[in-house]
T-cell receptor, first 114, second 113 residues
């Protein structure tokens, strides 16, 4: 069975703090994809990153960085120097290699206080 | 390039009625997936369509159905609405292959009273 766990329900930080959102996944597929999405109050899920199971390189995009570790089945997301505009719900998702079906975690609500 | 367009944005229906939601994917995208988001169950996969064929279906009752047209636009229908069907319904568009990201629309917020 496939499963995504985001243990952090809510995180509150003060602007300019660094914050890490945790994601742990379970799958029996050897080929799979991991995603992070941001959901602002407007409701739309905004795509942030996609990673395939064969690429464990960490990635940095501006203030965002992702740490993928197959050994611990984790795909964590760090925001450096957080800003108020980062306030949103963040979802981690998993997709098996033979389907377009996304399995989502329960999401982490990030509140960045000014 | 236009994004994924979902209409209507908001709907209020009465128990027992039926409803049809529409999704226009990004131009050139041939795969459309639907998700239901509720506070209790989170984001759950409903079904996926590709080239007018349902490729995958989630664990929802038969009251939930969908279809895709030749221009890749998709509709989902819910019959005999129940209070528990109140949710944000999100549509995702993908090029085709599983090796691509899915882009989401803003969703349709359905309230059943």
């Amino acid at each position: 069975a496939q499963k995504v766990t985001q243990a952090q329900t809510e995180i509150s930080v003060v602007e300019k703090e660094d914050v890490t959102l945790d994601c742990v996944y379970e799958t029996r597929d050897t080929t799979y994809y991991l995603f992070w999405y941001k959901q602002p109050p407007s409701g739309e899920l905004v795509f942030l990153i996609r990673r395939n199971s064969f690429d464990e390189q960490n990635e940095i995009s501006g203030r965002y960085s992702w740490n993928f570790q197959k050994s611990t089945s984790s795909f964590n997301f760090t925001i450096t120097a957080s800003q108020v505009v980062d306030s949103a719900v963040y979802f981690c998702a998993l997709r098996g290699g033979a389907t377009n079906k996304l399995i989502f975690g329960t999401g982490t609500l990030l509140a960045v206080q000014p | 390039k236009a994004g994924v367009t979902q209409t209507p944005r908001y709907l209020i229906k009465t128990r027992g009625q039926q409803v049809t939601l529409s999704c226009s994917p990004i131009s050139g995208h041939r795969s459309v997936s639907w998700y239901q988001q509720t506070p209790g169950q989170g984001l759950q996969f409903l079904f996926e369509y590709f080239s007018e064929t349902q490729r995958n279906k989630g664990n929802f009752p038969g009251r939930f159905s969908g279809r895709q047209f030749s221009n890749s636009r998709s509709e989902m229908n819910v019959s005999t609405l129940e209070l528990g069907d109140s949710a944000l319904y999100l549509c995702a568009s993908s090029l085709a292959s599983t090796d691509t990201e899915a882009f989401f629309g803003q969703g349709t917020r359905l309230t059943v009273v």
